[in-house]
C-alpha cells in the first residue's frame, strides 16, 4: 500500500500534508509535516497540482484558500475540529458591534467562513507576535480561551476580549495539575501547548506549539520530557531525536485527527475526493487575513 500511495503521489504530481497530530504511518508518507502555520505557509509555496491535507477540516480549507486554483482534497470528509465549532461567524459580527474599535484576530483553528471574517489570522506559534503587530488597544481573540489568555499574559499592556469565553480543545483541557505533579515526581520538563488551561501553563517549564516543539528538542539537552499535547507529538519527537525520552498522556487523544488511514489515504489520491469547495467571496476575504499573519511572520 505505501507503494502504490508513492506512485500516486509521483504520477498525479500530488503533495501529502500531515498535521503532527496524524498517526505516524500517515506522517511517514506525507511531503510535509508540521503544525499549523507550517502547513499553511508550505501550502502556499507548493506547486503540486493535487494537494492532499492529512489533518482536520479547517487545514484542508487552509490549504484551498491559499491556493484557489488547485485542487485540494481531505481523505476523511467529518474529520471535523470541535474548537473550530465553538466560534461563529454571527459571534465575530456581533462582538464587531460591541467593540467598534477593536481588531479581530482568529486562530486558524476556525472555519474558513470565521476567517473571511477577522483582520488577521495567528496560529499557536505566532499568536503573540501577531498581537502585538497590531496597533488596535483592544483584541478579539477566538476561538481558543487557553490560548487567549496565553496571549493576554505575554502582552498585559493589551486588553484580550475571548470569543467566545469558553472556547477550547477537549484533548488540551484534559490535563490537570494532577498530571503535573505525576511528572514532577518522576522528573524531567513539562513543556505544554498553549491551549492547555492557564494553571497548566503556569506549572509547565516551556509553553510551545508543536512546530515550536519539534524546534526546542533540536536545541539539545538530554532531560526527559514530558509533552502536554495530543499523544502524537510525542510520538514524532520520539522519531525526530531517537536518543531523547519524551512522555506522553496515553488518553491525550484526538479523535478526529485519528481517522484518517493508509487506505483512506490511497482512496484519496486515487479517487481525489473528498475535494474543498468553498465560497469565492470568503476565499478571497480569508485569504487576506492569512497572509497578513504569514507577512508578519516573514
Not at 461567524?89 to 467598534?100: G, L, S
Request: glycine fraction near 6%.
Amino acid at each position: 500500500m505505501e507503494k502504490e500511495i508513492r506512485a500516486l503521489k509521483a504520477g498525479k504530481n500530488a503533495v501529502v500534508m500531515a498535521h503532527n497530530y496524524q498517526p505516524m504511518e500517515i506522517q511517514g508518507l506525507a511531503d510535509v509535516v508540521g503544525d499549523s502555520l507550517e502547513l499553511a505557509v508550505k501550502a502556499k509555496e507548493t506547486a503540486a497540482d493535487l494537494i492532499v491535507v492529512c489533518g482536520v477540516r479547517f487545514m484542508a480549507e487552509t490549504a484551498k484558500i491559499l491556493n484557489p486554483d488547485r485542487k485540494v482534497v481531505i481523505p476523511v470528509e467529518d474529520a471535523g475540529c470541535p474548537l473550530a465549532d465553538f466560534l461563529t461567524p454571527e459571534m465575530i459580527r456581533e462582538a464587531r458591534r460591541q467593540h467598534p474599535e477593536a481588531a479581530v484576530v482568529v486562530y486558524v483553528n476556525s472555519t474558513a467562513e470565521s476567517k473571511a471574517l477577522a483582520d488577521i489570522t495567528c496560529t499557536s506559534a505566532n499568536a503573540v507576535r501577531v498581537v502585538r503587530s497590531l496597533p488596535n488597544d483592544t483584541i478579539l481573540f477566538g476561538p481558543d480561551a487557553n490560548l487567549a489568555a496565553y496571549v493576554q499574559r505575554e502582552l498585559p499592556e493589551k486588553t484580550i476580549v475571548p470569543l467566545p469565553p469558553g472556547g477550547h480543545c477537549y484533548v488540551h483541557t484534559g490535563f490537570t495539575l494532577a498530571d503535573v505533579e505525576a511528572a514532577r515526581k518522576k522528573g524531567g520538563r513539562i513543556v505544554c501547548h498553549p491551549e492547555c488551561p492557564p494553571e497548566i501553563q503556569e506549572q509547565a517549564d516551556r509553553i510551545a506549539s508543536t512546530g515550536g516543539m519539534v524546534r526546542d528538542a533540536a536545541a539539545g539537552g538530554n532531560e526527559p520530557w514530558w509533552v502536554f499535547t495530543e499523544r502524537e507529538m510525542a510520538s514524532r519527537l520520539r522519531v525526530l531525536y531517537p536518543g531523547r525520552v519524551f512522555y506522553e498522556k496515553p488518553e491525550a487523544v484526538c479523535a478526529d485527527m485519528k481517522k484518517i488511514s493508509l487506505e483512506d489515504l490511497r482512496r484519496a489520491l486515487e479517487s481525489e475526493e473528498h475535494e474543498v469547495v468553498l465560497p469565492g467571496e470568503v476565499m478571497d476575504r480569508a485569504r487576506r487575513a492569512i497572509e497578513r499573519m504569514i507577512a508578519v511572520g516573514a
